[in-house]
Structures are given as C-alpha cells and as structure tokens.
C-alpha cells in the first residue's frame, strides 16, 4: 500500500510541513494541492467532505485530509494519512514543552510569521473563488452565501456556528421541491467497529480515570491526562480555537483550584504563561493546530521526569486525534449512504453555499487584524503578499511549500 499510494503519502508529508494558518487557510491549500496541482479529488468533493466534517466534533482539517485518503485507498490509507498529516506538528509542539525551560519568554516572538496571515487571505481568496464558481448558481444559494458570511463574521467564536450553519443551509435547499436530482446508488455496509470503539475508550476512560482519582491512584496522572485530552477531543466544536481555552481552563483554572483546595500533588496542572507561550507558538506551526495537546501532555508530566513527559506528549497526540478519526470513518459512510435520497440533494446545495460564505468570512476575519490601509511600509507588504498569493495559485503551476517558505523568508528579512 505504501509503495502504490507513495505519491499521494508524499503530497501529505510535503502539505503537513507548510499548512501554516489554521484550517480555514488548510482548506484553501488543500484545494490548490489536492485538487489542482494532484487532481485526487475534485473541488466539489472537497467542499462536501469541508462540511460534512464541520458536522462533527473534532478537528476539522485533519478529518478533511483523512477523507481523501479514505478516498484513495480506504481505511488503511486513511489512517496513514492521518499519522503523516499530526506527525511533524506534534513532534515539534512536544519537542517545546522540553524547550520552554530554555527559551527566554520576553524574546519570543513570531516576527519570521508576520506575513503568514495576509498569504492565508490570499489562499482563502483563491479558495472562495473557485468555490464560487461551483457552489453558486442561483438565488437561494446567493442568499445562503450572503447570510452565512455575515453571521460567521459576527459570531466566528462560538463554538456551533459552523454546523449550525451547515444545518440550517441545507434545510433552506429542501423548503423546494424544484431541484431533485436522482441518482442509482447501492448503498455501502456500515462497519459498527469504529463507532463501537470510539464509545468504548470514551466510558472507559472516564470510569478509569474516575476510579483513580477517588481512590488515590499514587501514578495515575497518565490515566487523567488521556480521559481529560480524549474527552476534548470528543467534544469540541469550532476547531483549535475552540480547544485551546478549554484545554487552559481545564489544566490552568480549574485544576489548580482543585489542588489548591484539596492539597493533591496528583492532580494535573499547567502553569498560565506556559500555556499561554505553547497557544503562541502552535499558531505559528504547519499541521493541525490540535498539535497545542501534544505541548500539553508534555508540560502536564513534565515534574514525572523525562521519560514520563515523552509519554505525556505522546498521549496528548494520540488521545486529541483519536476521536475525530474514529467519528469521520464511521459517519461518512453512513453520509454516503444518506446521499441517495433527493433531500440530501437538495441539503448539499444548501450546504456548498455556506461553506462558500465561511471561507469568506474567515477572509475579512483575518484581514480585520491586518494593516492593509496604513501609511506603512508593512501595509504596502500586506497587500503585496495577499496580491502575490491569490495570483501565483490563480495563474501558475507554483506548488503552495514554495509560496508559504517565501513568506517566512520575507518575514525573516523585514
């Protein structure tokens, strides 16, 4: 399997090491890489499987790239695209929770990433655009489009938006009856295994984490930190964005109080500013930004020595993505299924727009802490590199590794 998909598990490697700007800009690339510089699936595919997998809890991005790997060679190549997808990002978010003692907080700064968010316009630019052209074709889809960037604009921190969102687009589609495409499909069998397993780990965990902490467990840190990092994992709706205050809150807020109160050396605790350094330089780092858990373990038993906090970074890594891969394997066949009946058509249509007016959303997001407009040479950069970025993906062959290191490049010289 290695050797015959060697060329599409290279694509992902070379992806992972250059997806710089969270997984709105993710899925701007993935369209330039996977779409029109390897033609492994088509746009349309990948707007669906961008909505379908805000449906779920999880991260968003990665259970997109696990989609078209599932795509290519079903689930063994979808799990090896998961793992060479998180690799590098957790490796380098656990390898800072060995380095934070050394690294000198006043100085650190992410100057070289200065124009990593303008270039993400760019790629969100290019992204809509295309998108547009395929999801926008009459006036209810103009509608949806309209409505959806307005309110992701306004509410683009709460957790639900995006799937509510996508619900109520595709029940918008369906108040008509005029658009039924039919289609002969046989339907595929649903394996149970992965579901069963995802609702097994997640009672288990609790049970034995709970089961530890009540009778004193004298080692049972590992225990609490996969059950507090899969329960996250589970649940978590809007991304890393989301994540990251639930992670401080979890390890920074509540568990210190409960240290403090209960005089419980065992209880898992992060230190604020730690924390706050790790959510700083995460957004700086390729990959998915849920790589922040990989960090987390590492600090959280990092007093255990330094063997207990490779564990610790390990564990982060596997109990934050485990879920999202085991629920995107299990639902999309069942969606798949779904798509024979004429209401899911018509829910797709519905859908694709939101997902238009989402990426555009997130590009006036971003531009609003960008300086476009000031008298300033970083301005005229700014608007230079979202320019440079949306024309070079429009109009060349220029693979997207090249245009995210000359952007690190000119944020290094300026």
């Not at 295994?193 to 004298?218: H, M, Q, V, Y």
């Not at 797709?348 to 989402?358: D, H, K, S």
């Not at 993906?393 to 290094?412: N, S």
Request: hydrophobic share 50%; charged share 15%; with cysteine.
């Amino acid at each position: 399997m290695m050797l015959r998909h060697f060329a599409f598990l290279r694509s992902v490697f070379f992806y992972s090491l250059t997806a710089i700007g969270g997984p709105q800009a993710h899925i701007a690339m993935m369209m330039k890489t996977f779409v029109h510089q390897y033609p492994y699936i088509t746009e349309e595919e990948l707007i669906e499987y961008n909505a379908f997998c805000n449906l779920l809890p999880g991260a968003s991005s990665t259970q997109t790239v696990t989609l078209i790997g599932y795509k290519q060679g079903g689930v063994p190549l979808a799990v090896m695209t998961l793992i060479i997808w998180i690799i590098p990002a957790c490796i380098l978010m656990g390898a800072f929770s060995f380095l934070l003692p050394y690294i000198d907080k006043k100085t650190l700064h992410n100057d070289v990433f200065k124009f990593i968010p303008p270039m993400a316009v760019g790629f969100l630019l290019y992204a809509s655009i295309m998108a547009f052209h395929i999801s926008i074709k009459n006036p209810i889809t103009w509608i949806i489009m309209l409505v959806s960037t307005v309110a992701t604009y306004i509410f683009f921190k709460l957790p639900g938006i995006f799937p509510l969102l996508i619900v109520l687009g595709g029940i918008a589609t369906n108040l008509s009856r005029k658009r039924i495409p039919q289609t002969e499909q046989k339907p595929q069998q649903i394996r149970w295994w992965n579901f069963w397993l995802f609702g097994i780990i997640f009672i288990t965990a609790g049970l034995i984490s709970e089961t530890a902490r009540k009778n004193d467990w004298p080692h049972r840190k590992p225990i609490n930190l996969f059950e507090n990092t899969y329960r996250m994992g589970s649940l978590v709706f809007g991304g890393g964005q989301v994540l990251m205050p639930m992670m401080y809150e979890q390890f920074c807020i509540r568990s210190v109080a409960v240290k403090e109160k209960n005089k419980d050396q065992n209880i898992i605790t992060i230190d604020k500013d730690d924390m706050y350094t790790g959510m700083g330089i995460v957004r700086g780092m390729p990959g998915p930004v849920f790589s922040i858990a990989s960090f987390a373990g590492g600090m959280a038993l990092k007093d255990e020595g330094t063997k207990m906090q490779l564990v610790g970074c390990l564990i982060g890594a596997i109990a934050i993505f485990l879920p999202s891969a085991l629920l995107v394997l299990f639902f999309f066949p069942i969606w798949h299924n779904l798509k024979k009946y004429a209401a899911v058509y018509r829910s797709l249509e519905g859908i694709n727009a939101v997902v238009v007016g989402i990426m555009l959303a997130s590009t006036f997001y971003i531009m609003k802490d960008i300086s476009l407009i000031e008298a300033k040479t970083i301005s005229l950069i700014n608007v230079m590199v979202i320019i440079g970025t949306f024309l070079l993906l429009q109009f060349t062959r220029l693979a997207p590794p090249f245009i995210v290191l000359c952007c690190l490049l000119l944020g290094y010289l300026f």
